[in-house]
């Protein structure tokens, strides 16, 4: 993601417990380090002054009754939610309701709103995406990484400086899954006078950390010339602390389903969620066969980031189409072209109902895009716009450009 | 420095103990390791051996890692041992000793009880899975088979948890008992387990979620008053293995709630607005709530003589030790020594079953069960809710403690499950209406047939409301090996 502002809100995530899935067992009230949830005779609950969001207590239940929230103005009170048998509906608040909240911040919600404005309509997660947790910190209370690594993924002559930057979260809770993005505060003050506000990034490692089961997330950052952010962050050297607030998003998320196909179509570090998606699978779909296709476009090979790694990956595994627009006496080709090159295949795919759709990079790669996949549909007799709203409806289109 | 909240595989077995740098115990585990697994082989079908099974892992004992699910084939299950963090200066919170530093060995005086403690303990773990190891042909889902097998594996990981205490902390003894928990077995003639209940098949599913409600529900008990014990390493396994007992909890509740939830939208469907017309509502294929009832007595009171005797000197003993807590002893508002405390239990005077005080150190087993009977209400309750939401006329109850018991004071005499005392003969008059009888069993084993297909389940039961790791209706929890 580029670097927008966001500010924050009032509105606040409730962690509740759903009464009519919970057992009782309470062994979320054994493992929550601060006594957040307590219990009476009838309900388990949490307390929503003492709860910190630090979700040790998600994984122990064994019902899946305590992953629960709803965003409120007013959080319930302890004797409210002891009086219930099942848990209110989300009430419709302000810019935010429907059941997939991107961000509680309300600009933060908006600025997501536009980068998946190409989807044409209203994004939806995937059927089996695993459930994200979405602004457990904000500006008044962000978490504190130290930065692991920082690596030029780029060539010194290729005229583009793309890193790829480790950040550790040490004990800090920090669930982010592949497709979300998270926010980094600059330090400094802008010309008025005020602190510069957070940029998103969207993280390129996948949900069980850069290296696995270590509390860390990578990120695919592009140095622009006069972006305060990007700067600041390609500057970073190991051992930096750095400011961050999210996770956000929740529509720009994989299917938690091996059996699902994957197109992926993506220049520069719109790559990002799609490592994070390759190395999921990798790491979890052991033996499957990969069922991923990546369109992936870049001016020249030694700008286009991750290019070592990914030749590595097996074709089995990852259909890899790495496209250049740059590479002397070669004519210019785009994502579209090469999309046009492999129409048939492509055809085939956007049939499927297993197959799941996402775009991510420059705002100026939609429309090649979107030209590609409406004449494909045209020459196998179908309308483009009304798959393409069906398939985004199921959950299985996204679109994430700036 | 060794890591001790993420599991360690450098060795055989996972562990998260530093069994890489003790090479008297890791040689020893390694030396039980083969028993272990010929065990399990020979005791699950083969063909669900070969299954590849949708199983939670832990890779480590710290929330984040906690549970990890993947497809993973049950001889290829990570078994370890694993024990929750040390706590700081965790200090003796009962007994004798209380506020003296916890034990990090085994303390002289206290060995022969503490191996007592951990053997029986030990004895439940395998005779559970032995008990259910048919189950798998009759699953009436890939859902409820994939809880099945996950509840068979994390016994077997308990297993693995008291034999790590045996090798670790009592030597030659400890190995010699090591062994006989694979030699004993479920319902054996000349090595039977050492609880009477282990020693009973589980015929059925319905058996089987009783049984993880009310007799898993007993270990779960145990394993909190073993998790207050001032032998530290006793109390750190027995902390992180409740996390797993949890899961048993709700395959047991889950599975008893879908079973009457289906019976009473059968009933509605077919306009039975009576419970009790018993014939016409098996007609339809599913189980009638007096027949649950049944079933429920059966287990309760099964699990009641879990807990022994009422008086008990032993159980003080163990509490004075400081080897054995009361469920949630920190959360108790007492002097945790039980000096002048008295305590109710029952007993009997003539015919009566009749309340008394008694020295509350005595009363350690009662106290338990009483803290036991008072979980076990709360899911009869939401059981009742859902019959009651669904319009219909009946309620489920636990029977009176003094019902159909084979040891406490209790023990042979006959009381209704009201707790009226009666004759022999008005007992045998009422039992069929008390107990599953012969028929009610075949009935219930017509039912049994296996469903394989993601998404489906057999007509006798409903589905659950969310799946397990919130993965859609149709997932397909156990990849069957069809050989």
């Known amino acids: ?402 | 420095m060794m890591d001790l909240m993420n599991v360690s595989y450098d060795t055989q077995i996972p562990n998260n103990v530093g069994l890489s740098s003790d090479k008297r115990v890791l040689k020893a585990l390694e030396k039980w390791h083969p028993g272990y697994i010929n065990w399990w082989n020979d005791l699950i079908p083969d063909n669900f051996q070969q299954s590849l099974v949708y199983l939670r892992t832990a890779v480590s004992v710290d929330p984040k890692g906690w549970a990890k699910f993947d497809y993973v084939k049950m001889p290829e299950y990570r078994w370890g041992v694993l024990l929750a963090p040390q706590g700081e200066d965790r200090k003796i919170p009962c007994g004798e000793h209380m506020g003296q530093p916890a034990w990090q060995e085994v303390p002289g005086e206290y060995r022969n009880m503490l191996k007592r403690l951990i053997i029986i303990q030990g004895d439940t773990e395998p005779a559970s899975v032995e008990q259910q190891r048919f189950l798998g042909l009759t699953a009436p889902s890939l859902y409820d088979m994939r809880n099945l097998f996950q509840v068979n594996v994390e016994e077997g990981r308990h297993l693995w948890a008291m034999v790590y205490l045996l090798h670790k902390y009592f030597g030659k003894d400890g190995r010699g008992e090591a062994d006989d928990l694979l030699r004993r077995s479920s319902g054996s003639e000349e090595a039977p387990r050492m609880l009477g209940a282990f020693n009973e098949e589980t015929p059925d599913w319905l058996s089987f979620f009783m049984f993880t409600y009310f007799t898993d529900r007993d270990g779960k008990m145990q394993l909190e008053s073993l998790a207050q014990s001032g032998f530290d390493p006793l109390s750190r396994t027995c902390r992180f293995m409740l996390t797993e007992e949890a899961h048993h909890m709700f395959v047991g509740e889950t599975g008893v709630g879908r079973t009457i939830e289906r019976t009473c939208q059968v009933m509605n469907e077919h306009g039975i607005e009576d419970p009790y017309e018993i014939d016409k509502i098996r007609s339809y294929g599913v189980i009638d709530l007096p027949t649950i009832q049944k079933k429920l007595n059966l287990h309760y009171t099964l699990s009641l003589d879990l807990f022994g005797q009422e008086v008990s000197t032993n159980a003080a003993n163990a509490f004075n030790a400081g080897i054995k807590g009361r469920y949630m002893e920190h959360r108790i508002d007492d002097d945790h020594q039980l000096t002048n405390d008295t305590y109710v239990v029952w007993d009997l005077e003539g015919d009566e079953a009749v309340r008394k005080d008694v020295p509350a150190l005595t009363a350690i087993n009662m106290r338990l069960r009483d803290d036991y009977t008072q979980d076990a209400s709360g899911g009869v309750g939401r059981w009742n809710k859902a019959i009651e939401k669904a319009g219909i006329n009946f309620q489920l109850k636990l029977p009176h403690e003094s019902f159909n018991r084979k040891i406490g004071v209790f023990a042979g005499k006959p009381f209704d499950p009201d707790g009226k005392r009666i004759s022999v003969d008005e007992y045998a008059k009422g039992e069929p209406n008390w107990l599953p009888t012969p028929a009610d069993g075949d009935y219930i084993q017509s039912l049994m047939k296996p469903v394989y297909e993601p998404g489906k389940f057999a007509g006798w039961i409903a589905p659950p409301k969310v799946g397990i790791d919130n993965k859609p209706g149709d997932f397909e929890y156990v990849k069957l090996h069809m050989a």
């Not at chain 1, 962050?233 to 389903?257: A, I, K, W, Y």
Request: net charge negative; hydrophobic share 35%.
């Open chain 1, 1 to 402: 993601m580029p670097e927008e502002k966001l500010p924050d809100t009032k509105a606040l995530k409730q962690h509740l417990i759903d009464p009519e899935i919970c057992i009782r067992c309470h062994t979320c009230e054994m493992t929550c380090p601060i006594e957040a949830i307590t219990h009476n005779e009838d309900n388990v609950v949490v307390d929503a002054d003492k709860c910190n969001f630090c979700m040790a207590c998600i994984p122990v239940c064994p019902t899946g009754s305590i992953d629960e929230w709803r965003v409120v103005e007013k959080p319930y009170s302890l004797d409210e939610q002891y009086a219930w048998t099942e848990l209110p509906e989300q009430q419709e608040i302000g810019a935010t309701n429907g059941d997939e909240i991107e961000a509680l911040d309300e600009a933060m919600a908006a600025l997501l709103a536009d980068a998946h404005k190409g989807a044409g309509g209203k994004s939806k997660a995937p059927a089996s995406a695993a459930k994200p947790s979405v602004n457990l910190y904000n500006l008044a209370k962000p978490a504190t990484a130290k930065v692991q690594g920082s690596y030029k993924l780029t060539a010194d002559g290729s005229g583009a400086d793309v890193r790829h930057i480790i950040l550790d979260f040490g004990g800090q809770p920090f669930p982010a899954l592949e497709g979300q993005s998270i926010g980094i505060l600059p330090p400094g003050t802008d010309k008025d006078g005020k602190p510069h506000l957070p940029r998103l990034y969207s993280v390129s490692s996948p949900r069980d950390g850069e290296r696995p089961n270590y509390n860390n997330v990578s990120l695919t950052v592009k140095r622009e010339e006069h972006g305060v952010c990007s700067n600041y962050v390609c500057d970073l050297e190991r051992g930096d602390e750095v400011r961050v607030t999210g996770p956000f998003g929740s529509t720009f998320l994989m299917p938690d389903d091996a059996s699902a196909k994957l197109l992926m179509i993506c220049t520069g570090t719109g790559s990002a969620p799609f490592r994070a998606f390759t190395m999921r699978r990798q790491r979890v779909a052991a033996g499957m066969s990969g069922d991923m296709v990546l369109f992936f476009g870049a001016r020249t090979p030694d700008s286009l980031p991750y290019f070592g790694p990914l030749s590595k990956i097996p074709e089995h595994l990852l259909r890899k189409h790495l496209v250049f627009s740059r590479i002397p006496g070669t004519e210019k080709e785009y994502v579209q072209d090469r999309m046009m090159r492999e129409q048939e295949a492509i055809a085939e795919m956007i049939i499927d109902p297993n197959v799941h759709i996402y775009i991510c990079g420059l705002r100026g790669m939609e429309e090649g895009v979107e030209q590609a996949f409406s004449s494909i549909a045209e020459s196998a007799g179908q309308s483009w716009s009304s798959m393409r709203d069906a398939m985004r409806d199921e959950g299985r289109y996204h679109v994430e450009t700036y």
